[in-house]
T-cell receptor
Framework: AQSVTQLGSHVSVSEGALVLLRCNYS??????LFWYVQYPNQGLQLLLK??????LVKGINGFEAEFKKSETSFHLTKPSAHMSDAAEYFC????????????FGQGTELSVKP | DAGVIQSPRHEVTEMGQEVTLRCKPI?????LFWYRQTMMRGLELLIY????????DSGMPEDRFSAKMPNASFSTLKIQPSEPRDSAVYFC????????????FGPGTRLTVT
């Protein structure tokens, strides 16, 4: 079975500071990993994904994530936070076989202080 | 492309009434997913379809919930009878192909059962 753990249900940073949102996964097969963002009263939007190949993945809005197999991690980072980054972020894992079924973490709410 | 379309966007109903939520996936996508999001339980997969066939409905909470996909461009999620604990945001998502393609989410239906 697959699972995702997001460390910290709420993260607060100052504008211009580094953003680091942590995600650890469990999977018995090579995982496919995703980060989604949800702005208030909206659906989820894909930020980035890792399937195979380069372990450092770049996404939209300046975010990136690095797949570390040895640490079973897929942490999301952004060098400099912007007020518009305030949202909820979800990490998800798929084994790619069950029709692309995604298992989501509980989410991390990011607040950005001026 | 119009994206995944859900209707209604908001639904307020009384306990015991039947509720029907609707979803139109992105044209050409062959997988469709229904999720429920609450503060307590986060984002839960209820059921998903591949090529209009239900593949996994293990997330459907109980027999009061049912979902259909009569054709590639339409799906419904029905709750009968509804209860206050069904209050949540219900998302529909669609995906193309098998495996690790990303899911595209609709804007959600906010259901309130009084």
């Amino acid at each position: 079975a697959q699972s995702v753990t997001q460390l910290g249900s709420h993260v607060s940073v100052s504008e211009g500071a580094l953003v680091l949102l942590r995600c650890n996964y469990s999977s018995s097969v090579p995982p496919y990993l995703f980060w989604y963002v949800q702005y208030p009263n909206q659906g989820l939007q894909l930020l980035l994904k890792y399937t195979t190949g380069a372990t450092l993945v770049k996404g939209i809005n300046g975010f990136e994530a690095e797949f570390k197999k040895s640490e079973t991690s897929f942490h999301l980072t952004k060098p400099s936070a912007h007020m518009s980054d305030a949202a909820e972020y979800f990490c998800a894992v798929s084994d790619g076989n069950q029709g692309g079924k995604l298992i989501f973490g509980q989410g991390t709410e990011l607040s950005v202080k001026p | 492309d119009a994206g995944v379309i859900q209707s209604p966007r908001h639904e307020v109903t009384e306990m015991g009434q039947e509720v029907t939520l609707r979803c139109k996936p992105i044209s050409g996508h062959n997988s469709l997913f229904w999720y429920r999001q609450t503060m307590m339980r986060g984002l839960e997969l209820l059921i998903y379809f591949n090529n209009n066939v239900p593949i996994d409905d293990s997330g459907m909470p109980e027999d009061r919930f049912s979902a259909k996909m009569p054709n590639a461009s339409f799906s419904t999620l029905k709750i009968q009878p509804s209860e206050p604990r069904d209050s949540a945001v219900y998302f529909c998502a669609s995906k193309q192909g098998q495996g690790a393609y990303e899911q595209y989410f609709g804007p959600g239906t906010r259901l309130t059962v009084t």
